[in-house]
């Protein structure tokens, strides 16, 4: 994959990027996860809320099949737009948190 470099970093990029902006609640680290030789990256809250155990998948993300696979977004700006400002074309990205059916209704690939 010739963007594969290319890629990797952008979504590093934008991992750290939330990284620095930590709950406004409790005892929360933001951890990010990466395997660069099977392309998964992963942005988790881990930590305590006074009593409450805090564990979450905030951002997921994959490259297979030569394309950026979201897996999860919860982010408000989307990591597609980000993705999008960076110049990562649309159908390089597939959003596959919508079922396989709805994606065709999404302006990104398919898969």
Not at 33 to 46: M, P
Not at 50 to 67: F, L, P, S
Not at 89 to 99: E, S
Request: net charge negative; glycine share 6%.
């Amino acid at each position: 994959m010739a963007r594969l470099g290319e890629y990797q970093s952008y979504i590093e990029e934008i991992l750290f990027e939330y990284q620095q902006c930590p709950p406004a609640y409790g005892d929360v680290d933001m951890e990010i996860l990466i395997d660069r030789e099977q392309h998964h990256y992963q942005l988790i809250s881990v930590g305590w809320n006074k009593d409450r155990r805090i564990w979450g998948c905030v951002i997921h993300v994959d490259i297979k099949n030569e394309k950026i696979w979201i897996q999860h977004d919860g982010t408000e700006e989307g990591v597609a737009n980000l993705l999008v400002k960076r110049g990562v074309p649309k159908q390089d990205i597939v959003l596959a948190f919508h079922a396989p059916y709805k994606r065709q209704y999404t302006e990104f690939a398919v898969n």
